[in-house]
């Protein structure tokens, strides 16, 4: 199958933009010349448009190979909404439906397949697929081939065989989180000939990030959720138990909430993502078992009320949010528990000595970054090797810059308070001595017989938590997990304890209230920025339930209808005519075709109301 027409012309016509953005057309023009290529996009830059274009522009059926079952349903969904032939395959489907796929497939009728890589391995799959003519083959989270990334799946080193079964058929492995190494693996494991690089910014400047020592975890939860009432939100937590406790909590105090995780049976997290991608205000709780390919482009906060396990991890969890451009907003809450935890992990994992090594660095940059004191958002795109010249002003420490202290004389009675205790004890232990508490373990041990005890009444037991955690993270102490979490002393804390060096250290504060981005009615996408009034209220919520009417209809969720970001521009421009439709950014022809009519009748209703007498 072929398409006379040009990327261009196909990017206006079915997907309804005027122009690409980016490195989108350079990376479609390796791909019509027939090149490999290696696609580093942080989510929401459009990536999918990419492998898709040269898909529909090449001769032949363009191969998709995604990792995620949702990931295929919702592109699929989207692509037939706009009016292209798409199918997937994988184990949710019936024998029955699966030959009606293939035969589509041989008769030419399929212009793009989605396939999970343990079907594309099949040898009848790979057999099947060498009798058809293939115009491109994208790897889409490319990652996964990766060892040394966050997210490795063993079905991914298989790939390699595309080499020898597809020969002379352009292949383009696409990531949105990849260091310098990860991409060499992505290169090598692939065996990607000679790829054109292409490696865009990691910023998205629609996501404030924030980060705050965590406190009181469920009070400054809802704090944040003040501020974007009815919006779409992810909550990820490190425990099962924790997920479905806090999503109970969420439910109880009137929120939509639902958990997600491994342990739920396959249909119920089936329809709690269901229910997610469908509704408009869900909150899913989740453990990092939700969320890789979720393509949904209104989620307005990601919050992790634990410590992910690294920088990498982060960044794509954190990018979930405000996929459409508008303006969208993380917190992470991160304490002492989850810096002894998170490294007892690794040191209690059954990798090999460099594997732990490397988790080990990746776990410290990330500790690191949270305890930083300079713009967040400078020093998250410094980590993936971008050098902003300039301050954000859209991060936590942009807008609310931390209150420092000299903390070395803390430091020291600290240091002094665990190598006097034989370095022996866990963190409640040795601020307890610190503070002079009476507790019977402290008598157990005569520790009230110790030059360190009582010595630290000048902060209260959050107070040196905060100096403990920011000790251990600058690498003044180790948490020994082979002594249950027992503090040690590191060769960096004599130097500190001599006298030879002054240590500042940020003060730990409740967060500052968080902007209320929902109430304040600004949007913000790319091109579209828009103050919805209280006067244009009624008409918003017009478009939005025409939307979600459409939705049901089709069985699709709404935004496969059209985003935010299209139903702002209909608000802003109040198209009159299929011809003005048209114009709006997202409104393609296929689509103006479907829907076009029934959002100009809302908007049409919303003038005759505002003529009226």
Same mark, same amino acid.
């Given at each position: 199958?072929?398409?006379?027409?040009?990327?261009?012309?196909?990017?206006?016509?079915?997907?309804?933009?005027?122009?690409?953005?980016?490195?989108?057309?350079?990376?479609?023009?390796?791909?019509?010349?027939?090149?490999?290529?290696?696609?580093?996009?942080?989510?929401?830059?459009?990536?999918?448009?990419?492998?898709?274009?040269?898909?529909?522009?090449?001769?032949?059926?363009?191969?998709?190979?995604? @990792?995620?079952? =949702? *990931?295929?349903?919702?592109?699929?969904?989207?692509? +037939? &909404?706009?009016? $292209?032939?798409?199918?997937? /395959? !994988?184990?949710?489907?019936?024998?029955?439906?699966?030959?009606?796929?293939?035969?589509?497939?041989?008769?030419?009728?399929?212009?793009?397949?989605?396939?999970?890589?343990?079907?594309?391995?099949?040898?009848?799959?790979?057999?099947?697929?060498?009798?058809?003519?293939?115009?491109?083959?994208?790897?889409?989270?490319?990652?996964?081939?990766?060892?040394?990334?966050?997210?490795?799946?063993?079905?991914?080193?298989?790939?390699?065989?595309?080499?020898?079964?597809?020969?002379?058929? @352009?292949?383009? =492995? *696409?990531?949105?989180?990849?260091?310098?190494?990860? +991409? &060499?693996?992505? $290169?090598?494991?692939?065996? /990607? !000939?000679?790829?054109?690089?292409?490696?865009?910014?990691?910023?998205?400047?629609?996501?404030?990030?924030?980060?705050?020592?965590?406190?009181?975890?469920?009070?400054?939860?809802?704090?944040?959720?003040?501020?974007?009432?009815?919006?779409?939100?992810i909550v990820y937590c490190m425990s099962r138990k924790k997920v479905e406790d806090t999503a109970r909590w969420l439910s109880e105090s009137g929120h939509?909430?639902?958990?997600?995780?491994?342990?739920?049976?396959?249909d119920v997290r089936s329809e709690h993502q269901q229910r997610f991608l469908r509704e408009d205000a869900v909150i899913m709780v989740a453990t990092i078992a939700f969320g890789m390919g979720i393509d949904k482009p209104d989620v307005r906060f990601v919050v992790h009320?634990?410590?992910?396990?690294?920088?990498?991890?982060?960044?794509?969890?954190?990018?979930?949010?405000?996929?459409?451009?508008?303006?969208?907003?993380?917190?992470?809450?991160?304490?002492?528990?989850?810096?002894?935890?998170?490294?007892?992990?690794?040191?209690?994992?059954?990798?090999?000595?460099?594997?732990?090594?490397?988790?080990?660095?990746?776990?410290?940059?990330?500790?690191?970054?949270?305890?930083?004191?300079?713009?967040?958002?400078?020093?998250?795109?410094?980590?993936?090797?971008?050098?902003?010249?300039?301050?954000?002003?859209?991060?936590?420490?942009?807008?609310?810059?931390?209150?420092?202290?000299?903390?070395?004389?803390?430091?020291?009675?600290?240091?002094?308070?665990?190598?006097?205790?034989?370095?022996?004890?866990?963190?409640?232990?040795?601020?307890?001595?610190?503070?002079?508490?009476?507790?019977?373990?402290?008598?157990?041990?005569?520790?009230?017989?110790?030059?360190?005890?009582?010595?630290?009444?000048?902060?209260?037991?959050?107070?040196?938590?905060?100096?403990?955690?920011?000790?251990?993270?600058?690498?003044?102490?180790?948490?020994?997990?082979?002594?249950?979490?027992?503090?040690?002393?590191?060769?960096?804390?004599?130097?500190?304890?001599?006298?030879?060096?002054?240590?500042?250290?940020?003060?730990?504060?409740?967060?500052?209230?968080?902007?209320?981005?929902?109430?304040?009615?600004?949007?913000?996408?790319?091109?579209?920025?828009?103050?919805?009034?209280?006067?244009?209220?009624?008409?918003?919520?017009?478009?939005?339930?025409?939307?979600?009417?459409?939705?049901?209809?089709?069985?699709?969720?709404?935004?496969?209808?059209?985003?935010?970001?299209?139903?702002?521009?209909?608000?802003?421009?109040?198209?009159?005519?299929?011809?003005?439709?048209?114009?709006?950014?997202?409104?393609?022809?296929?689509?103006?075709?479907?829907?076009?009519?029934?959002?100009?009748?809302?908007?049409?209703?919303?003038?005759?109301?505002?003529?009226?007498?």
């Amino acid at each position: 199958m072929t398409s006379a027409q040009t990327p261009l012309a196909i990017l206006q016509d079915t997907y309804g933009f005027d122009a690409f953005r980016g490195e989108q057309a350079a990376v479609i023009d390796a791909a019509m010349a027939g090149r490999d290529a290696l696609v580093l996009m942080p989510t929401g830059a459009g990536k999918s448009v990419c492998y898709q274009i040269p898909m529909l522009a090449r001769t032949g059926v363009g191969i998709v190979i995604s @990792p995620l079952i =949702a *990931l295929m349903q919702d592109q699929v969904h989207a692509l +037939r &909404e706009q009016g $292209v032939a798409a199918d997937f /395959l !994988n184990s949710s489907l019936p024998a029955e439906e699966q030959r009606a796929v293939v035969d589509r497939l041989r008769s030419g009728r399929t212009q793009l397949l989605y396939i999970a890589p343990e079907r594309l391995l099949q040898p009848r799959t790979l057999d099947e697929l060498a009798t058809l003519t293939i115009a491109l083959i994208a790897i889409d989270e490319a990652h996964c081939v990766s060892q040394w990334g966050h997210d490795f799946r063993q079905d991914y080193l298989g790939l390699h065989v595309l080499t020898e079964h597809f020969p002379g058929v @352009p292949r383009m =492995a *696409l990531t949105a989180t990849a260091d310098a190494r990860t +991409r &060499e693996e992505i $290169v090598t494991r692939l065996e /990607l !000939n000679d790829p054109a690089r292409f490696v865009a910014s990691f910023d998205r400047p629609n996501i404030r990030y924030r980060v705050s020592p965590k406190l009181d975890p469920k009070r400054q939860l809802e704090h944040f959720l003040k501020g974007h009432e009815q919006e779409a939100g992810i909550v990820y937590c490190m425990s099962r138990k924790k997920v479905e406790d806090t999503a109970r909590w969420l439910s109880e105090s009137g929120h939509v909430a639902l958990p997600y995780h491994a342990g739920l049976p396959a249909d119920v997290r089936s329809e709690h993502q269901q229910r997610f991608l469908r509704e408009d205000a869900v909150i899913m709780v989740a453990t990092i078992a939700f969320g890789m390919g979720i393509d949904k482009p209104d989620v307005r906060f990601v919050v992790h009320l634990d410590l992910p396990k690294s920088m990498e991890a982060y960044y794509q969890e954190t990018g979930r949010a405000g996929r459409d451009g508008m303006a969208a907003e993380t917190l992470l809450l991160f304490g002492l528990q989850d810096v002894v935890r998170l490294r007892q992990m690794v040191d209690e994992s059954e990798s090999g000595e460099e594997r732990k090594r490397e988790e080990r660095r990746k776990l410290d940059a990330l500790l690191g970054w949270c305890e930083i004191t300079t713009c967040r958002r400078r020093a998250l795109l410094a980590y993936f090797g971008e050098q902003p010249q300039a301050d954000c002003g859209n991060c936590d420490i942009c807008l609310h810059p931390p209150e420092t202290f000299d903390a070395t004389v803390a430091a020291q009675k600290l240091l002094s308070c665990v190598f006097r205790t034989g370095q022996r004890f866990g963190a409640a232990h040795v601020i307890d001595v610190l503070r002079g508490s009476a507790t019977d373990k402290i008598r157990q041990h005569h520790h009230e017989e110790l030059s360190t005890f009582g010595i630290g009444d000048e902060l209260d037991a959050k107070g040196w938590r905060s100096v403990l955690r920011q000790l251990l993270v600058q690498g003044y102490l180790e948490a020994d997990a082979s002594r249950f979490g027992a503090l040690v002393l590191t060769p960096r804390a004599k130097p500190l304890l001599r006298g030879d060096e002054q240590l500042v250290l940020r003060r730990d504060a409740v967060a500052p209230k968080s902007a209320k981005a929902s109430s304040s009615g600004k949007r913000s996408a790319g091109s579209v920025e828009h103050t919805i009034s209280a006067a244009e209220q009624p008409l918003w919520e017009a478009l939005r339930n025409c939307r979600r009417e459409l939705a049901d209809e089709a069985g699709v969720p709404p935004y496969v209808i059209f985003h935010d970001s299209t139903l702002l521009e209909m608000l802003q421009h109040r198209p009159e005519s299929q011809a003005e439709m048209l114009a709006l950014n997202g409104v393609g022809q296929t689509k103006l075709e479907r829907f076009g009519d029934a959002f100009l009748e809302v908007l049409k209703g919303a003038q005759h109301e505002g003529a009226a007498p």
